[in-house]
C-alpha cells in the first residue's frame, strides 16, 4: 500500500506550486506545549517581549510589533493580533454552546495590541486596551495556525492505480449490516475517503433500496435528471449516456457552478455484452503531473476552463454552465480537492489569451496521458446487487459500449452532507 510518500520535496523545489497528492506531514497534533514561564522585555517598546525559553525545549513565544510569534516543534507560527482578538473564547465574546462568535469583528481597532500579557503551564493571556483579557491554549494556537494548517492535510487519502487499489483487497460493506451498523457505516465511509469510491454489496435490485442505502450515508442531492434516475440506452436525454456507446474517463455534472460530490451506481439488469465500467482516481494522475511537470500542474489549477450541458429534447431543455480550472487546489497547502475533467462537456474556450491556450493543451494532455495508462485503470463489471459510490471530485468514471438492455440506476449526493456523516461518526473529512 503507497501512502503518503514524499516525491513532493523534489517537486516543490522545481515549482511553486506542490500538493499533497502523495505528501503527507504530520500536523501539529494535541501534544502537551512545554511550560512557557517567563516572558522578559527585550527591548524598550513595551509591546516587545522575549521569552527566555529554557533549553532544550523548543517553545518560545515572543510578542513583536506586528504579531505574536510562537515557536513550537521545529515549527515557527505567526499570530496576528487583530486575529487574535477576534478569537477570543471568552464567554462575552464567543458562545461556545453554539460555537458561534458573539464579538463584532468591526469594532476591533485594527491596529490593536495587548498592553499585558501573562503565562502559565497551557495558557496565554493577553491584557487588551480596554481590560478585557482573552486566554489562549497554547495547543489550540499551535493547532490552529496557519503554518501548521500549511503543512497538513484537509483530506488524508491513498491515492492508487489498479494495483495498489487492488492489492488493498478493500472490503464491500454489507446490505444488512450497513442499515444497521453504524461501525459498518463509518468502515464504509472511512474507505470511501480513502481510495474515493466504496461498495455495498447485497442490496435488492430495485430503485427504492438503492434510494435507502443512498440515505443511509447522505442526502440525494437533485437535479435536472431527477432525484433517483433510472435509466436505459433509450436516447431519453440529449446525452451520449443514455447511448450504448464506450464513454471514456470524465467527472459528471462539470456544467454546474459545483459539480455534484458523489455519484451512486446500481445496475439494475444487463442481458448483453460489454458495458464494463471503468474508474480511475483523478488525484494519482495529478499527482504524477506534478511530479513530472510541475508548471503544468499549475496551468491545469490556474487557467478557468467552461463545461456547458445544452439540452434540447421535447421535455427536457436546459443550460447550464460551470466554470472553473480542471484542478482546484487548496491556495494554503496546494492540497488537491476536486478535478472537474470532461472532454466532451467542456465548452469553448474564450478566456483565455491564445499562447497560454497552447501551453494549457500541453499540460491537458500530459494530463490525459497518465490518466489513459492502462496500469491507472480499474474495470468491474456492475452486476444487480452491489451499490458503487464514487466522489465525483476526484474518481473519473468511464464505460465500455455494450449490447443489450442494460439498466442503471443511482443518484448523486450533496458532497456536504456525505462529509458531514463523517465527521459526525468521528473520521477526518
Ligand atoms: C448520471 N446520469 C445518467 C443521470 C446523467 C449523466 C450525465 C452525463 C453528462 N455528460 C455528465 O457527464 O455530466
Ligand atoms: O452507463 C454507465 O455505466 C455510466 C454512464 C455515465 O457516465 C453516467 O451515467 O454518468
Ligand atoms: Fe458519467
Redesign the pocket.
Known sequence: MRQYQSPIKQAMSLARVFCHLHGYLQPISNAQIPLVSVLTRTQNNVKHWQHTAPQPTSCRLQLQEECLELSYGGLVMHFDYVWLRDHCRSASCYNSKTNQRNLDTANVELNIHPTNYRVDDENLFLTWPDGHVTRYNLSWLAQNSYEGQKQSAMQPRIVWNSDIYTSAKVPFANWDKFMTCDEELKNFLSNFLLYGIAFVEGVPSTVEATETVTRRVSLIRETMYGKMWNFTSDFSRGDT?YTKLA?DR?T?TTYFQEPCGI?V?HCLRHEGTG?R?LLVDGFYSAGQVLKKTPEHFELLARVPIKHEYIEKVSKHQNHMIGIGPVLNVYPWNNEIYMIRYNNYDRAVINTVPHDIVKRWYVAHRELTTELRKPENELWVK?KPGKVLFIDNWRVM???ESFTGLRQ?CGCYLTRDDVLNTARSLGLQA
Do not use: V
Request: no cysteine.
Open positions: 449516456a464513454l470524465h459528471d455519484q451506481f458495458g465500467t456492475l468514471h468511464g464505460r442503471l
